[in-house]
């Protein structure tokens, strides 16, 4: 049965976290809201599940998963649910829960990213906030991001150096893939300085992109580029 992700169709977004797991996995999915209207598709559909005008009630906001009789939201549940199923997530119980750990951590990232754009609330737009945003990147540069990094280099040198945990990959090396991707798109200059301190993180980004399902996918037209409404934004001023 095809699996169905509902994300908003023109950002990646915390859909991109599901999307790469979806994507290395060789799985049969639809990502639905990219269809065309006239197929089912539109923003109108991840719409009609946010505020509750759909049968199934998900979760509170999206990305939402559908896998036959399973209906999941929050991204790092998806993600755990994806890796069990496919094949990506450690098997000893331990390294189960650790491997959840480590992808809150990278929810976490996410969330203190968005918030260096929007840190007086997300129903205003960037522009309303622009000089709280000033201080808000500025404490993330210089407080948050080498800390990030250095968590994450020093969790794959306990763990050999080629996979966060278990010793071989999972889901949340893809989640780490996509935060420093995502950061190297927001604050290119900062990132640049702080991934010199990370040599593990800088060649782990480069083992997870080598992986054929992820090169086919990053080269195709379902990986949409970074832009301005996801939660890796580049506005320069914001990179000091
Ligand atoms: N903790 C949730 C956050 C979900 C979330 O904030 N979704 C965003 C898109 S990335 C959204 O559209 N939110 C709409 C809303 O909160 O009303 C997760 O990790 O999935």
């Known amino acids: 049965m095809t699996i169905k992700l509902i ?63 399973i209906t999941l939201a929050q991204m790092p549940a998806i993600c755990a649910y994806l890796g069990e199923r496919f094949g990506l997530a450690p098997t000893s119980d331990g390294d189960r829960s650790r491997a959840l750990q480590l992808q809150l951590t990278v929810a976490d990232v996410v969330n203190e990213v968005h918030d260096t754009h929007h840190p007086v609330t997300s129903s205003l737009a960037y522009e309303e906030q622009k000089d709280e945003s000033l201080g808000a990147a500025r404490a993330f540069r210089e407080q948050r991001l080498d800390k990030w990094l250095g968590f994450f280099d020093r969790v794959l040198a306990d763990g050999g150096g080629e996979a966060l945990v278990g010793g071989a990959l999972s889901y949340p090396d893809f989640g780490l893939f996509q935060i420093v991707e995502g950061l190297c798109y927001a604050f290119p200059i900062a990132v640049e300085r702080s991934l010199g301190d990370a040599p593990r993180v800088r060649d782990h980004v480069e083992r997870v992109r080598s992986r054929p399902r992820v090169a086919a996918y990053l080269a195709s037209e379902r990986r949409l580029a970074f832009n301005e409404h996801g939660i890796f934004r580049r506005y320069p001023e914001l990179d000091g």
């Open 7 to 69: 994300y908003w169709p023109f950002l990646q977004g915390r859909g991109e976290f599901v999307r790469l797991i979806l994507e290395d996995a060789g799985a049969e999915y639809e990502d639905v809201a990219r269809k065309p209207e006239s197929e089912g598709g539109g923003a109108n559909v991840v719409t009609q599940y946010l505020y509750g005008a759909s049968d199934a009630c998900v979760g509170f906001a999206p990305p939402y998963l559908i896998d036959g009789e």
